[in-house]
């Protein structure tokens, strides 16, 4: 074997020894740990040493290893695939390294001599057909075994992966009530954090919009059953009505539902399947979720559109936009005579400009950080400003819309002076949590606020019968049921560490 520098920046394989000769010089426990490893393997295993420990004495005395007894020679390397020099003499062990490198035979050295070998063994840990391992390339073995431990302990919870959605919406909760839930700015950062941190949570993704807050898991059998996810959104308190869960094919279920936008604020809409992605992007980039949670919502993208094509005939075609715009023209608003203040430049705000310039007299669009572009054919009639310009202008404004995803209210009663005390101004809140001081209906009776109940509670007195809907969805969901067995056995793919 030529002469090397180890840099001990080794690469990580299986060796596959069943039927190979392998050979441990020394009988002590150390040696004992490594030929119950080969033995483990199928090697065949043959020990020199003059003296053994009473647990290889068992081995040998059973036949699973062969024992010489007597001190290294030379020409016990002969025919070894791999070689352990595990003696309680550093010498000795150099002498078995020094044989093996004029042999051009792969040794391993237990003690000091490690830096100078030419493997070294990982801790690991086994669980069926999976084997864990953990290398700190010989420089720090504690280290190797406390993460090895403590990773072992995640192998059982690896067995299934189980598909889980915890939340609540708008038909448990009211405005009021679900706010405090709703998981946005420093709130989001802060879950995310924490379910990283719980066992049996494989990959995760947090799904945060106007109407619901909620997080689909994959994760273990015992975590789906033991509530951790319930208490981590804070639903601990709630009667069992006021949130759901659901696991397995009804999770699924419910993926497909929300996706197809059959139960959202405006059934039928299209946003939730952007936010959907969006959502899935986010925690993608942060860590949080990776195949097994782009595979189940690729499959709920899919039967979404099933849905839609089958139950889009029965449902009027809106978005949380449209039925501000509707709300507003069923409550006597002259949109053609009115100034509109629009609060965000997102991409619920962007569609409420498109959608209201051509009916409205004017608007003023209000941004906090970026600047939306205007097209060209809306001419003069969209005046951009800033969220700190805006109560320079709120008098100008009859209808005020909020399509903010700010944490907090941006319209409060701060702002009280400058509304405009000649006329009735309507206030339209669609963010979550509510981005308008509720007080500030109670201000005159020239100021009204509407929030999303408010809408909601309006709308379905509009809506077609929404059980004829929800039984066509579930039974397109049903019968691609597949898809949800089909990605929930691919984690035991027998390809996956090929």
Same mark, same amino acid.
């Given at each position: 074997?030529?002469?090397?520098?180890?840099?001990?920046?080794?690469?990580?394989?299986?060796?596959?020894?069943?039927?190979?000769?392998?050979?441990?010089?020394?009988?002590?426990?150390?040696?004992?740990?490594?030929?119950?490893?080969?033995?483990?393997?199928?090697?065949?295993?043959?020990?020199?040493?003059?003296?053994?420990?009473?647990?290889?004495?068992?081995?040998?005395?059973?036949?699973?290893?062969?024992?010489?007894?007597?001190?290294? !020679?030379?020409?016990?390397?002969?025919?070894?695939?791999?070689?352990?020099?595990?003696?309680?003499?550093?010498?000795?062990?150099?002498?078995?390294?020094?044989?093996?490198?004029?042999?051009?035979?792969?040794?391993?050295?237990?003690?000091?001599?490690?830096?100078?070998?030419?493997?070294?063994?990982?801790?690991?840990?086994?669980?069926?057909?999976?084997?864990?391992?953990?290398?700190?390339?010989?420089?720090?073995?504690?280290?190797?075994?406390?993460?090895?431990?403590?990773?072992?302990?995640?192998?059982?919870? /690896?067995?299934?992966?189980?598909?889980?959605?915890?939340?609540?919406?708008?038909?448990?909760?009211?405005?009021?009530?679900?706010?405090?839930?709703?998981?946005?700015?420093?709130?989001?950062?802060?879950?995310?954090?924490?379910?990283?941190?719980?066992?049996?949570?494989?990959?995760?993704?947090?799904?945060?919009?106007?109407?619901?807050? !909620?997080?689909?898991?994959?994760?273990?059998?015992?975590?789906?059953?033991?509530?951790?996810?319930?208490?981590?959104?804070?639903?601990?308190?709630?009667?069992?009505?006021?949130?759901?869960?659901?696991?397995?094919?009804?999770?699924?279920?419910?993926?497909?539902?929300?996706?197809?936008?059959?139960?959202?604020?405006?059934?039928?809409?299209?946003?939730?399947?952007?936010?959907?992605?969006?959502?899935?992007?986010?925690?993608?980039?942060?860590?949080?979720?990776?195949?097994?949670?782009?595979?189940?919502?690729?499959?709920?993208?899919?039967?979404?559109?099933?849905?839609?094509?089958?139950?889009?005939?029965?449902?009027?075609?809106?978005?949380? !936009?449209?039925?501000?715009?509707?709300?507003?023209?069923?409550?006597?608003?002259?949109?053609?005579?009115?100034?509109?203040?629009?609060?965000?430049?997102?991409?619920?705000?962007?569609?409420?400009?498109?959608?209201?310039?051509?009916?409205?007299?004017?608007?003023?669009?209000?941004?906090?950080?970026?600047?939306? !572009?205007?097209?060209?054919?809306?001419?003069?009639?969209?005046?951009?400003?800033?969220?700190?310009?805006?109560?320079?202008?709120?008098?100008?404004?009859?209808?005020?819309?909020?399509?903010?995803?700010?944490?907090?209210?941006?319209?409060?009663?701060?702002?009280?002076?400058?509304?405009?005390?000649?006329?009735?101004?309507?206030?339209?809140?669609?963010? /979550?949590?509510?981005?308008?001081?509720?007080?500030?209906?109670?201000?005159?009776?020239?100021?009204?606020?509407?929030?999303?109940?408010?809408?909601?509670?309006?709308?379905?007195?509009?809506?077609?019968?929404?059980?004829?809907?929800?039984?066509?969805?579930?039974?397109?969901?049903?019968?691609?049921?597949?898809?949800?067995?089909?990605?929930?056995?691919?984690?035991?793919?027998?390809?996956?560490?090929?």
């Amino acid at each position: 074997m030529t002469d090397k520098t180890h840099s001990h920046n080794g690469i990580h394989i299986n060796l596959f020894l069943a039927g190979r000769r392998c050979l441990v010089v020394g009988g002590g426990k150390v040696a004992t740990r490594k030929i119950k490893m080969l033995v483990e393997g199928d090697a065949k295993v043959t020990i020199v040493s003059p003296e053994v420990c009473d647990e290889l004495a068992a081995l040998i005395e059973n036949g699973s290893v062969v024992h010489v007894p007597r001190r290294f !020679e030379q020409r016990d390397i002969e025919g070894a695939s791999i070689v352990y020099a595990a003696t309680n003499s550093r010498g000795v062990n150099r002498q078995v390294l020094e044989t093996c490198r004029a042999a051009d035979t792969l040794c391993c050295c237990v003690d000091g001599n490690w830096a100078d070998s030419d493997f070294t063994t990982p801790a690991t840990a086994k669980h069926n057909n999976l084997t864990l391992s953990v290398s700190s390339g010989g420089n720090d073995c504690r280290q190797s075994k406390m993460i090895k431990n403590s990773l072992a302990r995640h192998l059982e919870m /690896m067995e299934a992966a189980h598909l889980v959605v915890v939340g609540t919406d708008h038909n448990h909760l009211t405005v009021e009530e679900r706010e405090p839930f709703h998981l946005t700015g420093p709130k989001f950062e802060r879950a995310g954090f924490m379910i990283m941190q719980l066992w049996g949570i494989h990959e995760f993704m947090i799904l945060n919009t106007c109407n619901r807050a !909620e997080v689909i898991a994959i994760v273990s059998e015992e975590t789906s059953e033991n509530g951790i996810l319930r208490h981590m959104m804070g639903f601990a308190a709630l009667k069992e009505d006021k949130y759901y869960l659901k696991t397995g094919k009804k999770a699924f279920e419910h993926l497909c539902l929300v996706t197809a936008g059959m139960l959202s604020q405006t059934p039928g809409e299209n946003h939730i399947t952007a936010q959907m992605k969006d959502a899935l992007e986010t925690a993608k980039q942060r860590g949080w979720a990776g195949n097994m949670t782009q595979a189940w919502i690729s499959s709920a993208l899919q039967v979404s559109k099933a849905i839609k094509n089958e139950v889009s005939p029965l449902l009027r075609d809106f978005e949380i !936009e449209d039925l501000a715009l509707s709300y507003l023209e069923a409550h006597d608003k002259d949109l053609s005579k009115s100034t509109v203040m629009v609060l965000g430049a997102g991409m619920v705000g962007k569609c409420l400009v498109a959608d209201s310039v051509a009916k409205v007299e004017k608007i003023i669009w209000c941004y906090h950080v970026n600047k939306p !572009e205007l097209a060209a054919e809306w001419g003069d009639k969209v005046e951009l400003r800033t969220f700190n310009e805006m109560k320079n202008h709120i008098t100008d404004a009859d209808i005020i819309i909020s399509a903010t995803d700010a944490p907090g209210h941006v319209l409060h009663m701060a702002h009280a002076p400058f509304f405009n005390q000649e006329r009735p101004v309507m206030v339209i809140d669609l963010g /979550m949590p509510r981005n308008i001081d509720p007080e500030l209906d109670d201000l005159s009776t020239d100021v009204t606020v509407v929030d999303l109940d408010g809408l909601k509670y309006w709308y379905r007195r509009e809506l077609t019968d929404m059980n004829e809907v929800l039984t066509r969805a579930r039974a397109i969901t049903a019968a691609n049921k597949d898809l949800y067995d089909k990605i929930a056995k691919s984690l035991k793919s027998p390809d996956a560490d090929r």
